[in-house]
């Protein structure tokens, strides 16, 4: 499965000003572009933070074929900027100067001080990035098809994770398992451009290491261990 490299657009959104009022005479393709932002930016600006998929389509036409991938946008607490990427051909990019834009739905958001809420007790336990070391079901090479497999919890209840072609974006909730922090969640992806979900759950155990199972819907379900790791593992 070899990919296109993928092309990182960085945007600020006050260029795309007046290209959707009605009389613009901006060129067809700037309009295009425009739209895609303004849709994004109208998801992503209504969360607080986290990382959401949209319905938006990707643009790319990779060997003249329109990709079928959905955008999933993130907004981090330590960033004002949203980024997005399509999980399908990893075209993606940074939307610079949002705010205050027609698009910005922020002001309909969920208030910070509810998120802040969210982050005390086991999230605190989870939260980064965690390196899958051991699956059942596939060995390192095939675990680390795409770059390194791992699981990564961020603020609130989202997440991400990649092993083997999978690549997918997870549903969280945490609580507590006979003393130990554990989390539930359902994930929902991209696997060699099929659509792909599950479910599963973890622990942090004793000696610090992530261990659980993982499940595919109507599919495959493997344990697997992981460590914490300092390094970003985000592709790109
Ligand atoms: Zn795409």
Redesign the pocket.
């Known amino acids: 499965m070899p990919r296109a490299e993928p092309a990182t657009y960085v945007t600020d959104l006050t260029h795309f000003d007046g290209a959707l009022d009605p009389g613009s005479n901006a060129p067809a393709p700037a309009k295009k572009l425009a739209k895609f932002f303004d849709e994004l930016v109208r998801v992503a600006s209504r969360e607080s933070l986290g990382t959401i998929r949209t319905d938006v389509?990707?643009?790319?036409k990779?060997a003249r074929r329109a990709?079928?991938?959905r955008?999933v946008t993130t907004r981090s607490r330590s960033r004002e900027d949203i980024s997005w990427e399509?999980?399908?051909?990893?075209?993606n990019g940074i939307i610079h100067h949002w705010r205050g834009s027609k698009a910005d739905l922020s002001r309909y958001a969920r208030p910070e001080v509810e998120v802040q809420k969210k982050r005390t007790g086991p999230v605190k336990a989870f939260e980064g990035d965690w390196l899958i070391t051991e699956m059942e079901l596939w060995d390192l090479d095939a675990i680390e098809l795409l770059g390194p497999g791992f699981f990564r919890f961020d603020e609130e209840q989202s997440g991400e994770l990649q092993f083997i072609a999978v690549r997918g974006w997870l549903d969280c909730r945490y609580g507590e398992r006979d003393g130990l922090p554990l989390v539930e969640f359902s994930w929902q992806g991209d696997d060699e451009g099929t659509e792909a979900s599950g479910r599963g759950w973890a622990v942090v155990d004793q000696d610090g290491k992530l261990t659980g199972r993982i499940f595919f819907h109507q599919g495959d379900d493997s344990s697997f261990t992981a460590a914490r790791t300092k390094k970003a593992l985000r592709p790109n």
């Open positions: 389509r990707c643009f790319k990779p990709c079928s991938g955008i399509c999980p399908s051909c990893g075209n």
